[in-house]
Protein backbone atom coordinates (compact mmCIF):
# COMPACT_ATOMS: atom_id res chain seq x y z
CA UNK A 1 0.00 0.00 0.00
CA UNK A 2 1.12 3.56 -0.63
CA UNK A 3 2.05 5.61 2.49
CA UNK A 4 -0.41 8.23 2.73
CA UNK A 5 1.12 11.36 2.92
CA UNK A 6 1.27 13.08 6.14
CA UNK A 7 3.77 15.97 5.44
CA UNK A 8 3.13 18.72 8.11
CA UNK A 9 5.10 22.17 6.95
CA UNK A 10 2.76 23.78 9.66
CA UNK A 11 4.23 22.64 12.66
CA UNK A 12 7.23 24.40 10.96
CA UNK A 13 6.14 27.30 12.02
CA UNK A 14 5.63 26.16 15.87
CA UNK A 15 9.87 25.39 15.54
CA UNK A 16 10.29 29.09 14.27
CA UNK A 17 8.28 31.17 16.39
CA UNK A 18 10.13 29.16 19.57
CA UNK A 19 13.31 30.18 18.23
CA UNK A 20 11.69 33.65 18.79
CA UNK A 21 11.85 33.61 22.25
CA UNK A 22 15.48 32.88 22.71
CA UNK A 23 16.45 36.03 22.68
CA UNK A 24 14.17 37.79 25.21
CA UNK A 25 14.30 34.64 27.54
CA UNK A 26 18.03 34.91 27.35
CA UNK A 27 18.42 38.74 27.93
CA UNK A 28 15.84 38.30 30.75
CA UNK A 29 18.32 35.26 32.50
CA UNK A 30 21.45 37.09 32.19
CA UNK A 31 19.80 40.66 33.85
CA UNK A 32 18.56 38.26 36.73
CA UNK A 33 21.58 36.49 36.98
CA UNK A 34 23.67 40.17 36.98
CA UNK A 35 21.53 41.67 39.49
CA UNK A 36 21.37 38.80 41.83
CA UNK A 37 24.68 38.00 41.70
CA UNK A 38 25.92 41.79 42.41
CA UNK A 39 22.61 42.93 45.29
CA UNK A 40 24.71 39.53 47.27
CA UNK A 41 28.07 41.11 46.75
CA UNK A 42 26.94 44.33 48.20
CA UNK A 43 27.45 45.03 52.13
CA UNK A 44 24.66 45.96 54.02
CA UNK A 45 23.49 45.94 57.25
CA UNK A 46 20.25 43.97 59.58
CA UNK A 47 17.90 45.46 61.38
CA UNK A 48 20.02 45.74 64.36
CA UNK A 49 22.81 47.73 62.25
CA UNK A 50 25.06 44.75 61.91
CA UNK A 51 27.30 44.26 58.87
CA UNK A 52 25.31 41.56 56.50
CA UNK A 53 25.48 40.71 53.15
CA UNK A 54 21.93 39.18 51.58
CA UNK A 55 22.43 35.58 50.56
CA UNK A 56 22.09 34.46 46.96
CA UNK A 57 18.33 33.15 47.85
CA UNK A 58 17.14 36.65 49.54
CA UNK A 59 19.13 38.25 46.52
CA UNK A 60 17.00 36.14 44.23
CA UNK A 61 13.81 36.35 45.83
CA UNK A 62 14.22 40.00 46.13
CA UNK A 63 15.36 40.91 42.67
CA UNK A 64 12.18 38.11 41.33
CA UNK A 65 9.57 40.50 43.07
CA UNK A 66 11.63 43.52 42.33
CA UNK A 67 12.10 42.81 38.47
CA UNK A 68 8.80 41.94 37.81
CA UNK A 69 6.80 45.15 39.14
CA UNK A 70 5.35 43.93 42.45
CA UNK A 71 7.58 45.27 45.18
CA UNK A 72 7.30 44.43 48.37
CA UNK A 73 9.76 46.41 50.16
CA UNK A 74 13.46 46.02 51.30
CA UNK A 75 14.02 42.81 53.30
CA UNK A 76 16.60 44.88 55.64
CA UNK A 77 17.05 48.35 55.65
CA UNK A 78 19.71 48.96 52.84
CA UNK A 79 22.34 51.31 52.53
CA UNK A 80 22.67 53.55 49.86
CA UNK A 81 25.33 51.44 47.75
CA UNK A 82 22.42 48.84 47.43
CA UNK A 83 19.87 51.50 46.50
CA UNK A 84 21.67 52.12 43.92
CA UNK A 85 22.03 48.77 42.35
CA UNK A 86 18.21 47.67 43.00
CA UNK A 87 17.49 50.90 40.70
CA UNK A 88 19.87 49.72 37.79
CA UNK A 89 18.48 46.22 38.42
CA UNK A 90 14.67 47.95 38.32
CA UNK A 91 15.22 49.73 35.05
CA UNK A 92 16.88 46.64 33.13
CA UNK A 93 14.56 43.97 34.86
CA UNK A 94 11.75 45.45 34.04
CA UNK A 95 12.71 46.18 30.06
CA UNK A 96 13.87 42.75 29.86
CA UNK A 97 10.56 41.04 31.47
CA UNK A 98 8.38 43.87 29.05
CA UNK A 99 10.29 42.20 25.69
CA UNK A 100 9.86 38.48 26.93
CA UNK A 101 6.67 39.22 27.71
CA UNK A 102 5.73 41.11 24.22
CA UNK A 103 7.52 38.68 22.27
CA UNK A 104 5.18 35.83 24.13
CA UNK A 105 2.20 37.32 23.25
CA UNK A 106 3.04 38.17 19.87
CA UNK A 107 3.77 35.10 19.11
CA UNK A 108 0.83 33.79 20.79
CA UNK A 109 -1.20 36.05 18.19
CA UNK A 110 0.54 35.03 15.32
CA UNK A 111 -1.77 34.06 12.74
CA UNK A 112 0.36 31.36 12.16
CA UNK A 113 0.65 30.42 15.20
CA UNK A 114 -2.88 29.72 15.23
CA UNK A 115 -2.77 27.96 12.10
CA UNK A 116 -0.13 25.58 13.20
CA UNK A 117 -2.44 25.26 16.74
CA UNK A 118 -5.21 24.49 15.08
CA UNK A 119 -4.03 22.10 12.57
CA UNK A 120 -2.46 19.93 15.51
CA UNK A 121 -5.86 19.76 17.18
CA UNK A 122 -7.68 18.70 14.08
CA UNK A 123 -5.32 16.28 13.51
CA UNK A 124 -5.64 15.19 17.38
CA UNK A 125 -9.32 14.88 17.13
CA UNK A 126 -8.80 12.83 14.03
CA UNK A 127 -6.57 10.73 15.06
CA UNK A 128 -8.85 9.76 18.21
CA UNK A 129 -11.71 8.65 16.06
CA UNK A 130 -12.69 5.12 17.65
CA UNK A 131 -15.45 3.85 15.33
CA UNK A 132 -15.97 4.36 11.94
CA UNK A 133 -16.17 7.41 10.15
CA UNK A 134 -16.49 9.12 6.99
CA UNK A 135 -14.24 12.20 5.15
CA UNK A 136 -16.55 14.83 4.03
CA UNK A 137 -14.96 16.97 1.08
CA UNK A 138 -16.52 20.60 0.72
CA UNK A 139 -18.81 22.00 3.22
CA UNK A 140 -21.32 24.10 0.98
CA UNK A 141 -25.13 23.77 1.44
CA UNK A 142 -24.77 20.02 0.22
CA UNK A 143 -21.88 19.24 2.26
CA UNK A 144 -23.99 21.08 5.51
CA UNK A 145 -26.82 19.07 4.72
CA UNK A 146 -25.05 15.14 4.45
CA UNK A 147 -23.39 16.41 8.06
CA UNK A 148 -26.52 16.56 9.55
CA UNK A 149 -27.78 13.80 8.38
CA UNK A 150 -25.15 11.61 9.33
CA UNK A 151 -24.87 13.39 12.61
CA UNK A 152 -28.49 12.91 12.88
CA UNK A 153 -27.70 8.91 12.44
CA UNK A 154 -24.64 8.82 14.74
CA UNK A 155 -21.94 8.10 12.12
CA UNK A 156 -19.02 9.85 12.72
CA UNK A 157 -16.96 11.78 10.31
CA UNK A 158 -14.15 14.94 9.64
CA UNK A 159 -15.03 17.75 7.60
CA UNK A 160 -12.68 19.26 4.95
CA UNK A 161 -13.21 22.54 2.63
CA UNK A 162 -11.14 25.14 0.96
CA UNK A 163 -12.18 27.97 2.85
CA UNK A 164 -11.78 28.88 6.84
CA UNK A 165 -15.39 30.76 6.65
CA UNK A 166 -17.51 27.23 5.71
CA UNK A 167 -15.32 25.56 8.68
CA UNK A 168 -16.81 28.58 10.92
CA UNK A 169 -20.00 27.42 9.97
CA UNK A 170 -19.01 24.00 10.76
CA UNK A 171 -18.36 25.01 14.27
CA UNK A 172 -21.62 27.77 14.69
CA UNK A 173 -23.31 24.53 13.66
CA UNK A 174 -22.71 23.14 17.40
CA UNK A 175 -23.37 18.97 15.87
CA UNK A 176 -23.81 17.24 18.75
CA UNK A 177 -20.85 14.91 17.36
CA UNK A 178 -18.44 17.49 17.66
CA UNK A 179 -16.91 16.48 13.91
CA UNK A 180 -13.34 17.85 13.57
CA UNK A 181 -13.00 20.33 10.45
CA UNK A 182 -10.04 22.41 8.84
CA UNK A 183 -9.51 24.10 5.81
CA UNK A 184 -6.80 23.67 2.84
CA UNK A 185 -6.33 23.00 -0.60
CA UNK A 186 -8.90 20.47 -1.34
CA UNK A 187 -6.42 19.16 -4.26
CA UNK A 188 -3.44 18.55 -2.20
CA UNK A 189 -2.98 14.67 -0.79
CA UNK A 190 -1.93 15.79 2.62
CA UNK A 191 -5.15 17.43 3.82
CA UNK A 192 -7.07 14.22 2.76
CA UNK A 193 -4.43 12.37 5.41
CA UNK A 194 -4.89 15.18 7.92
CA UNK A 195 -8.90 14.28 7.84
CA UNK A 196 -8.14 10.52 8.34
CA UNK A 197 -7.65 8.99 5.32
CA UNK A 198 -4.77 6.61 6.35
CA UNK A 199 -6.83 6.16 9.66
CA UNK A 200 -7.18 2.19 10.49
CA UNK A 201 -11.47 3.46 11.06
CA UNK A 202 -11.69 5.42 8.31
CA UNK A 203 -14.98 4.08 5.95
CA UNK A 204 -15.67 6.49 3.04
CA UNK A 205 -14.83 9.56 1.28
CA UNK A 206 -17.97 11.75 -0.14
CA UNK A 207 -16.60 14.72 -2.10
CA UNK A 208 -19.33 17.36 -2.27
CA UNK A 209 -17.55 20.24 -3.35
CA UNK A 210 -19.39 22.36 -6.40
CA UNK A 211 -16.04 21.84 -8.39
CA UNK A 212 -15.96 18.49 -10.96
CA UNK A 213 -12.17 19.05 -11.07
CA UNK A 214 -11.64 18.92 -7.03
CA UNK A 215 -14.00 16.09 -6.43
CA UNK A 216 -12.51 14.03 -9.37
CA UNK A 217 -9.26 15.27 -7.52
CA UNK A 218 -10.35 14.09 -4.35
CA UNK A 219 -11.98 10.87 -5.42
CA UNK A 220 -8.60 9.74 -7.46
CA UNK A 221 -5.97 10.17 -4.35
CA UNK A 222 -8.83 8.71 -2.09
CA UNK A 223 -9.23 5.62 -4.73
CA UNK A 224 -5.26 5.25 -5.22
CA UNK A 225 -3.81 5.52 -1.53
CA UNK A 226 -6.91 3.48 -0.42
CA UNK A 227 -8.42 1.21 -2.66
CA UNK A 228 -10.55 -0.59 0.11
CA UNK A 229 -12.90 2.74 1.16
CA UNK A 230 -15.46 3.89 -0.08
CA UNK A 231 -16.02 6.89 -2.54
CA UNK A 232 -18.79 8.79 -3.22
CA UNK A 233 -18.84 11.83 -5.65
CA UNK A 234 -20.99 14.57 -6.68
CA UNK A 235 -20.80 16.16 -10.48
CA UNK A 236 -22.19 18.39 -12.55
CA UNK A 237 -21.67 17.59 -15.98
CA UNK A 238 -22.20 13.35 -17.76
CA UNK A 239 -18.58 13.73 -18.73
CA UNK A 240 -17.73 14.29 -15.26
CA UNK A 241 -19.40 11.42 -14.30
CA UNK A 242 -18.02 8.76 -16.46
CA UNK A 243 -14.56 10.12 -16.13
CA UNK A 244 -14.93 9.82 -12.23
CA UNK A 245 -16.52 5.77 -12.49
CA UNK A 246 -13.23 5.53 -14.76
CA UNK A 247 -11.22 6.49 -11.81
CA UNK A 248 -13.04 4.59 -9.44
CA UNK A 249 -15.71 6.29 -7.86
CA UNK A 250 -17.73 3.57 -6.07
CA UNK A 251 -21.18 6.45 -6.77
CA UNK A 252 -21.37 9.41 -8.87
CA UNK A 253 -24.63 11.46 -7.68
CA UNK A 254 -25.06 14.28 -10.43
CA UNK A 255 -27.51 16.16 -8.55
CA UNK A 256 -29.38 17.45 -11.58
CA UNK A 257 -30.16 14.35 -13.20
CA UNK A 258 -31.62 12.67 -10.43
CA UNK A 259 -33.77 15.73 -9.82
CA UNK A 260 -34.84 14.81 -13.21
CA UNK A 261 -35.19 11.26 -12.93
CA UNK A 262 -37.11 11.69 -9.62
CA UNK A 263 -39.44 14.50 -11.66
CA UNK A 264 -40.30 11.56 -14.49
CA UNK A 265 -41.07 9.14 -11.91
CA UNK A 266 -43.48 11.25 -9.94
CA UNK A 267 -45.34 11.97 -13.34
CA UNK A 268 -45.60 8.75 -14.34
CA UNK A 269 -45.92 6.49 -11.51
CA UNK A 270 -47.02 8.56 -8.59
CA UNK A 271 -47.56 6.10 -6.37
CA UNK A 272 -43.69 4.35 -6.65
CA UNK A 273 -42.77 8.01 -5.95
CA UNK A 274 -44.43 8.65 -3.09
CA UNK A 275 -42.85 5.29 -1.93
CA UNK A 276 -40.00 5.76 -2.70
CA UNK A 277 -39.63 9.32 -1.37
CA UNK A 278 -40.89 7.83 2.26
CA UNK A 279 -38.76 5.57 1.96
CA UNK A 280 -35.86 8.36 1.05
CA UNK A 281 -36.74 10.68 4.30
CA UNK A 282 -35.61 10.77 7.78
CA UNK A 283 -37.00 7.75 10.26
CA UNK A 284 -40.17 8.44 11.76
CA UNK A 285 -41.32 11.56 8.44
CA UNK A 286 -44.90 11.45 7.64
CA UNK A 287 -45.87 9.75 4.40
CA UNK A 288 -45.74 12.52 1.59
CA UNK A 289 -48.97 13.32 -0.17
CA UNK A 290 -49.45 11.93 -3.44
CA UNK A 291 -49.74 13.46 -6.60
CA UNK A 292 -51.35 12.68 -9.99
CA UNK A 293 -52.87 13.80 -13.22
CA UNK A 294 -49.78 15.81 -14.39
CA UNK A 295 -48.22 13.72 -17.14
CA UNK A 296 -50.96 15.26 -19.79
CA UNK A 297 -49.88 18.34 -21.12
CA UNK A 298 -47.56 20.75 -21.66
CA UNK A 299 -44.43 21.15 -19.45
CA UNK A 300 -41.99 24.54 -19.61
CA UNK A 301 -38.59 23.82 -18.91
CA UNK A 302 -37.44 27.85 -18.11
CA UNK A 303 -33.34 27.86 -18.13
CA UNK A 304 -30.22 27.39 -19.58
CA UNK A 305 -27.51 25.35 -19.04
CA UNK A 306 -26.84 21.61 -17.92
CA UNK A 307 -29.51 21.48 -15.59
CA UNK A 308 -32.21 22.95 -17.85
CA UNK A 309 -30.50 20.01 -20.52
CA UNK A 310 -31.20 17.27 -17.96
CA UNK A 311 -34.12 17.62 -17.15
CA UNK A 312 -35.61 18.40 -20.79
CA UNK A 313 -33.93 15.43 -22.09
CA UNK A 314 -35.57 13.29 -18.70
CA UNK A 315 -39.04 14.96 -19.68
CA UNK A 316 -38.43 13.92 -23.46
CA UNK A 317 -37.19 10.50 -22.88
CA UNK A 318 -40.49 9.97 -20.78
CA UNK A 319 -42.67 10.82 -23.86
CA UNK A 320 -43.85 14.42 -22.54
CA UNK A 321 -43.89 17.69 -24.44
CA UNK A 322 -41.74 20.13 -23.33
CA UNK A 323 -41.23 23.71 -24.20
CA UNK A 324 -37.51 25.17 -23.49
CA UNK A 325 -37.52 28.97 -23.14
CA UNK A 326 -34.93 30.93 -22.23
CA UNK A 327 -35.87 33.07 -19.10
CA UNK A 328 -33.04 35.93 -20.22
CA UNK A 329 -35.94 36.46 -23.12
CA UNK A 330 -38.48 37.83 -21.07
CA UNK A 331 -41.28 36.01 -19.51
CA UNK A 332 -42.12 32.40 -20.79
CA UNK A 333 -46.25 31.96 -21.58
CA UNK A 334 -46.94 28.90 -19.20
CA UNK A 335 -50.91 29.32 -19.98
CA UNK A 336 -52.32 26.06 -21.46
CA UNK A 337 -49.13 24.01 -19.41
CA UNK A 338 -49.40 21.66 -16.64
CA UNK A 339 -46.07 22.44 -15.34
CA UNK A 340 -43.24 24.77 -14.67
CA UNK A 341 -39.40 23.95 -14.05
CA UNK A 342 -38.01 26.73 -12.93
CA UNK A 343 -34.09 26.04 -13.77
CA UNK A 344 -32.19 29.17 -14.50
CA UNK A 345 -28.98 29.77 -12.60
CA UNK A 346 -30.47 32.46 -10.80
CA UNK A 347 -32.27 32.06 -7.60
CA UNK A 348 -34.37 35.21 -7.41
CA UNK A 349 -34.92 34.76 -11.27
CA UNK A 350 -35.72 31.37 -10.63
CA UNK A 351 -38.35 32.58 -7.40
CA UNK A 352 -39.81 35.20 -9.68
CA UNK A 353 -40.71 32.52 -12.41
CA UNK A 354 -42.48 30.18 -9.94
CA UNK A 355 -44.32 33.04 -8.06
CA UNK A 356 -46.40 33.97 -11.66
CA UNK A 357 -46.80 30.21 -12.83
CA UNK B 1 40.54 28.54 2.48
CA UNK B 2 39.05 28.11 5.94
CA UNK B 3 35.99 27.26 6.59
CA UNK B 4 33.13 29.59 7.76
CA UNK B 5 31.90 29.12 11.46
CA UNK B 6 28.42 28.88 12.37
CA UNK B 7 28.44 31.08 14.82
CA UNK B 8 25.28 29.48 16.72
CA UNK B 9 27.13 26.38 17.19
CA UNK B 10 30.06 28.01 18.84
CA UNK B 11 28.02 29.84 21.80
CA UNK B 12 26.16 26.71 22.46
CA UNK B 13 29.24 24.64 22.54
CA UNK B 14 30.85 27.43 24.81
CA UNK B 15 27.70 27.00 27.11
CA UNK B 16 27.42 23.72 27.35
CA UNK B 17 31.08 22.85 28.07
CA UNK B 18 30.42 26.23 30.96
CA UNK B 19 27.53 24.33 32.27
CA UNK B 20 29.45 20.74 32.76
CA UNK B 21 32.85 22.69 34.37
CA UNK B 22 30.81 24.80 36.50
CA UNK B 23 28.83 21.78 37.45
CA UNK B 24 31.67 19.39 38.01
CA UNK B 25 33.57 22.50 40.08
CA UNK B 26 30.33 22.53 42.52
CA UNK B 27 30.41 18.29 42.19
CA UNK B 28 34.36 18.06 43.22
CA UNK B 29 35.18 17.95 46.85
CA UNK B 30 34.33 16.01 50.28
CA UNK B 31 30.37 15.08 49.63
CA UNK B 32 30.16 16.21 53.39
CA UNK B 33 31.87 19.27 54.05
CA UNK B 34 29.84 22.61 52.56
CA UNK B 35 32.90 24.33 53.18
CA UNK B 36 34.19 23.18 49.68
CA UNK B 37 30.88 23.72 47.49
CA UNK B 38 30.85 27.22 46.61
CA UNK B 39 27.23 29.05 46.68
CA UNK B 40 28.04 31.21 44.25
CA UNK B 41 29.54 27.69 41.84
CA UNK B 42 25.95 26.45 42.25
CA UNK B 43 24.31 29.82 41.49
CA UNK B 44 26.61 30.06 37.91
CA UNK B 45 25.43 26.17 37.06
CA UNK B 46 21.92 26.50 37.35
CA UNK B 47 22.12 30.18 35.55
CA UNK B 48 24.47 28.77 32.57
CA UNK B 49 22.68 25.16 32.23
CA UNK B 50 19.16 27.19 31.91
CA UNK B 51 21.01 29.69 29.46
CA UNK B 52 22.29 26.32 27.77
CA UNK B 53 18.47 24.69 27.24
CA UNK B 54 17.03 28.01 26.14
CA UNK B 55 19.35 27.69 23.42
CA UNK B 56 18.22 24.71 21.95
CA UNK B 57 14.48 26.48 21.86
CA UNK B 58 13.59 25.65 18.52
CA UNK B 59 15.77 22.69 17.04
CA UNK B 60 14.18 20.93 15.08
CA UNK B 61 17.13 18.55 14.43
CA UNK B 62 17.01 15.04 16.22
CA UNK B 63 20.33 15.83 17.84
CA UNK B 64 18.63 19.24 18.89
CA UNK B 65 16.03 17.72 20.38
CA UNK B 66 18.08 15.15 22.47
CA UNK B 67 20.60 18.07 23.76
CA UNK B 68 17.08 19.89 24.95
CA UNK B 69 16.01 16.85 26.85
CA UNK B 70 19.67 16.33 28.13
CA UNK B 71 20.24 20.35 29.44
CA UNK B 72 16.40 20.43 30.79
CA UNK B 73 17.46 17.22 33.15
CA UNK B 74 20.58 19.09 33.74
CA UNK B 75 19.00 22.41 34.93
CA UNK B 76 15.88 20.20 36.46
CA UNK B 77 18.31 18.47 39.11
CA UNK B 78 20.38 21.90 39.10
CA UNK B 79 17.19 23.77 40.68
CA UNK B 80 16.12 21.34 42.60
CA UNK B 81 19.75 20.85 44.00
CA UNK B 82 19.34 24.82 44.55
CA UNK B 83 16.14 24.19 46.44
CA UNK B 84 17.04 21.69 49.16
CA UNK B 85 20.66 24.35 49.57
CA UNK B 86 18.32 27.24 49.97
CA UNK B 87 15.74 25.05 52.64
CA UNK B 88 18.88 23.93 54.51
CA UNK B 89 20.52 27.12 55.03
CA UNK B 90 17.58 29.32 55.18
CA UNK B 91 14.77 26.97 56.71
CA UNK B 92 15.71 24.46 58.31
CA UNK B 93 16.51 24.13 61.81
CA UNK B 94 19.30 22.25 61.65
CA UNK B 95 21.40 24.71 59.33
CA UNK B 96 23.48 22.94 56.43
CA UNK B 97 24.65 19.61 58.16
CA UNK B 98 26.67 16.77 56.15
CA UNK B 99 23.04 15.62 55.32
CA UNK B 100 22.07 18.25 53.75
CA UNK B 101 25.07 19.51 51.83
CA UNK B 102 25.56 15.64 50.92
CA UNK B 103 22.14 16.14 49.31
CA UNK B 104 22.57 18.97 47.41
CA UNK B 105 26.00 17.77 46.04
CA UNK B 106 24.29 14.33 44.66
CA UNK B 107 21.49 16.13 42.87
CA UNK B 108 24.09 18.09 41.12
CA UNK B 109 25.78 14.76 40.83
CA UNK B 110 23.21 14.02 38.84
CA UNK B 111 23.18 16.96 36.74
CA UNK B 112 26.51 16.36 35.82
CA UNK B 113 25.84 13.15 34.61
CA UNK B 114 23.59 14.77 32.27
CA UNK B 115 25.81 17.66 31.36
CA UNK B 116 28.47 14.72 30.15
CA UNK B 117 25.76 13.58 28.07
CA UNK B 118 25.45 17.09 26.12
CA UNK B 119 29.55 17.01 25.90
CA UNK B 120 29.47 13.41 24.38
CA UNK B 121 26.88 14.27 21.61
CA UNK B 122 29.11 17.80 21.28
CA UNK B 123 31.94 15.73 20.31
CA UNK B 124 30.46 13.01 18.27
CA UNK B 125 28.50 15.63 16.59
CA UNK B 126 31.71 17.70 15.69
CA UNK B 127 33.61 14.88 14.49
CA UNK B 128 30.96 13.38 12.48
CA UNK B 129 30.82 16.46 10.81
CA UNK B 130 32.31 16.16 6.97
CA UNK B 131 34.44 19.55 5.78
CA UNK B 132 33.09 19.78 1.84
Known amino acids: MVAIPDDSPDTAVLFILLRRLRQPLLLLVLILTIATFGMSQIDGVDFDGNPRRLTVFESFYFMTYTAATVGYTELFPYTSAQRMWVMGSIYAGVLGWAYALGTLFSIIGDKSFKDAVGLQRFRRAVNRMHQPFYIVAGFGNAGRLVSKGLNNLGHRFSVIDSSAERIDVLIADQLELDPPGWSGDLRTPSLLGWAGLGHKHCAGVIALTDDDEINTAILMTAHLLRPDLRVIARCGTQSAEEQMYTFGADSVINPYERFGGYLVLALQRPITYQLSSWLLAANGSEMPPRREGLADGLWVVAGVGEFAKEVTADLTRAGLEVLVVDPAEGLPDVSGAVGLVAGSASDTLNMSLASRA | ?132
Do not use: W
Request: hydrophobic share 55%; with cysteine; aromatic share 10%.
Open chain 2, 1 to 132: MVPSVNFEKVVFGFFVLLAATLNFGYFYGDIRDPEVHSVFELYLAVVVNIVATILKFGDRTQMGAIYLATSLVASLQLIAAAGVHVYASEVSTMGMDAHAISSVVSLCGGALLANIVSVVLLVIETSSFRHR
